[in-house]
């Protein structure tokens, strides 16, 4: 990260977060707003970065054996309404369709909202017998939720997404596939978003509406408030009786399928920038980055530089990487400038010097760091500098988590923390909503989840004194 600030039309962090998101998302050319209001277009460059997310998390998931599919965009009202709880808590957030053509329709059909009522009537038509189970689909769409406070990736009217549901012979089966799934997340944010996590189950109020279960990964932002990164849900049978799901079992009888989803959006670009960019612009993972690498031609108009700079360009491709040379009549400065601000993770410029010497420049976007590397080594040391990048990533969103969670023993004690520091507050809790619903109204924070790795703070819940039942985390979240 350069000491100066090279973008001025990017508003400080430390001024005011928000407004620098914002100006990231357009400046980077991620997103435009779109004409109807909460509704964003999703611009080549913001759309490069979710097409690598999708191939890398879409080869993961049929390692483990599950297959894409397509579901329709429109829910009739009637099938949405068999699962009452899933109604009741999407019915606030429906778009709904009245019209075809110039005809009103006989029954109002919603703009999907999630896909669990359109999976449940396909398999109540196909599903015969437990030899077709596991059944492990999913599908990459848009959703559309009628929010009525909106910010790019993070919280749109319509936005990206894969869902993935399952229907199981056992309800063993239906849990490890829940569990898999949501380390399957766990370990793109780490390995793939360089961000860590923290798992554990949603409590009752925040799950998934008509879940038994929600599990989540939770993330650290930048500003010290907290993103849910993606949840996996156990359903049990409940959604295969309500509509009708059922399948011949090994004794010949009836039975119903266990079923799950899962789901991870375009907000996973939102925490990248969040935990990774600085006032110059986005940082981005090399994994997921459209440019990995930008070649740039120093002293361009001298003999033999431009042919050089195309000749890294293709070494460089030939070696795996997806890589550009600018050779624009723009100034070195704004070139420089302009790839920092795109999260273009390492820069190679060669000059006439540079060829006279046989070497390159590589320089890291994470961190600044410049390395002169001989020109027969600059496969090996570009994938090495790209490497670094992801690690030195890892490791400053690692120390951002850590130094950013904080025990409390009382409902004051977490709003203290909280109002001082910002982060994960974790105590003790009893389980009861009572004491859910207190902790934010008096501190304002959400319960974020009850972590799998659990700790014994005390013996009794921070908000009402009786016994404890788990510690949770709580924080204030996007």
């Known amino acids: 990260m350069a000491k100066e ?25 991620l997103v435009e ?130 869902e993935g549901h399952t229907i199981h012979e056992t309800a063993e089966e239906a849990m490890a596939e829940t569990e898999q799934q949501l380390n399957c997340y ?48 156990y359903f049990g049978d409940k959604f295969s009786r309500a509509y009708g799901v059922t399948f011949a079992g090994r004794d010949n ?15 996973m670009i939102g925490a990248v920038i969040m935990a990774h960019g600085d006032n ?14 930008i070649v740039l031609p120093v002293a361009q108009h001298k003999p033999g530089v431009l042919e050089a700079a195309e000749g890294l360009r293709a070494r460089l491709e030939k070696a795996g990487l997806r890589v550009r040379v600018d050779d624009s009549d723009n100034s070195m400065g704004w070139k420089c400038a302009q790839y920092e601000m795109k999260g273009v993770p390492l820069r190679v410029e060669i000059g006439p010097r540079d060829i006279e010497a046989g070497q390159c420049v590589l320089v890291r976007r994470n961190d600044g760091e410049k390395t002169v590397v001989r020109l027969e080594e600059l496969e090996s040391a570009a994938a090495e500098q790209l490497e670094k990048v992801q690690q030195g990533l890892y490791e400053k969103a690692r120390i951002n988590l850590e130094e950013h969670i904080f025990a409390a023993q009382s409902v004051e004690e977490a709003k203290a923390l909280q109002a001082e520091h910002g982060g994960f507050i974790k105590t003790m809790w009893c389980g009861d909503q009572a004491c859910e619903l207190r902790m934010k109204e008096e501190a304002g924070m959400s319960s974020r989840c009850i972590p799998f790795e659990q700790e014994r703070l005390s013996e009794v819940c921070a908000c009402c004194g009786r016994p404890a039942k788990h510690m949770i985390y709580w924080g204030v979240a996007y």
Request: charged share 25%; hydrophobic share 40%; with cysteine.
């Open 186 to 233: 766990a370990d793109f944010y780490e390995n793939v978003l360089a961000i860590p996590v923290v798992k554990g189950r949603k409590t009752e109020k925040e799950k998934f509406a008509g879940a038994e279960a929600t599990y989540t990964v939770e993330c650290m932002m930048k500003d010290h408030k907290t993103l849910q990164g993606a949840t996996s849900h």
């Open 5 to 29: 600030k090279k973008v001025e039309q990017i508003t400080d962090m430390e001024v005011d977060f928000a407004q620098w998101y914002t100006d990231i998302c357009r400046k980077a050319e």
């Open 280 to 293: 110059n612009g986005l940082v981005l993972p090399p994994k997921i980055a459209p440019i990995q690498v």
């Open 33 to 162: 707003y779109a004409s109807v209001k909460g509704f964003t277009i999703l611009r080549p460059y913001g759309y490069a970065i979710w097409e690598n997310m999708q191939q890398i998390m879409d080869a993961a998931f049929k390692k483990t054996g599950h297959v894409n599919v397509a579901m329709p965009v429109l829910i009739p009202e009637s099938l949405l309404k068999k699962e009452g709880e899933l109604v009741s808590g999407f019915a606030p957030e429906c778009a709904w369709v009245t019209m075809g053509g110039s005809e009103e329709l006989e029954e109002r059909l919603a703009f999907r909202p999630t896909s669990e009522t359109m999976f449940c009537d396909h398999w109540s038509r196909v599903l015969h017998s437990y030899r077709e189970l596991p059944m492990l689909y999913n599908q990459w769409c848009s959703v559309i939720r009628w929010e009525k406070t909106t910010r790019p990736f993070l919280r749109s009217r319509e936005f990206w997404w894969q």
């Open 253 to 267: 009888t009836l039975q119903y399928p266990f079923q799950t989803s899962w789901g991870s959006t375009t907000r």
